[in-house]
């Protein structure tokens, strides 16, 4: 069962009023490359994994979908998506992502943003997955990058003036739980590389057709002086595999 931090009052309140919880996907500092790797969503059923605030439920939804189930464990990210995204072919559904089950071939795409790496097990979600993907269906996700998640902290190293000097990865190999902090808060995520993610969708059956590491677009390099760090090291992937 997946920690559930956002139901912790003062942590959703900081998770709130992050740019992305703000300012939805145009917030998202990754949208710009998720965005393009969708393929037709006209009449697709949809299952959204980690839904938080519903965006993508939305976005699916506007875009031709006929149907998506958002799932979420915390009950105030879904409180907030049946307010502000809470459109008729939308339907939340509160559970851990290592609990559900759905019938086989039940849906035509199954996304998921900066969820998995709060999963223990990723090799049998991606079996789960497979089977409830149509033949040719989608499963495109973001986690955290594993140079972002390997060393644990996640945080720079600085000079004594507070300067980032640079971005430690150590233990980069040694699969499993990190504890960090986020928000204030001691979190617990897994930490996988690059080669546990991609063997884990090819194992259960998954051809892969994309593989990004997303850096900022050019409106927030622009609109957000800090956001030039993000260049220095990759914060998240994204992969596009198919049935």
Known sequence: MQENNYDNPKFFEEYSKMYRSQK??????????FQKLFTDLKDKTVLDLGCG????????????AKSVIGVDLSEKMLEKARQINNLDSI????????????????????????AFHYVNDFET????????????????????????TAQGKQDWIYKNDGEKLHW?????????????????NAVLK????????????LKSGFKINACVE??????????????????RRPMMLIISAEK
């Open 214 to 231: 997303p850096e900022p677009s050019r409106e927030m390099l622009e609109n957000f002086p800090t956001m030039k760090d993000e260049l």
């Open 190 to 201: 897994y930490h996988r590389t690059v080669t546990s993610y991609i063997g884990s969708i």
């Open 168 to 184: 430690p990865v150590d233990n980069y190999f040694l699969i499993g739980s990190r504890e960090t902090t986020f928000l204030g």
């Open 53 to 64: 605030y519903g965006w993508h439920c939305r976005y699916v939804i506007e875009n031709g």
């Open 24 to 33: 939805g996907l145009q917030g998202a500092g990754e949208w710009h490359e």
């Open 125 to 148: 979600c991606c079996q789960n997955i497979y089977n409830w993907l149509k033949p040719e269906g989608q499963f495109l996700f973001s986690v955290e990058h594993p140079i972002f």
């Open 91 to 114: 339907e939340y559904q509160r559970d851990a992502i290592e609990s559900l089950t759905f019938k086989p071939e039940q849906f035509n795409l199954v996304i998921s943003s900066l």
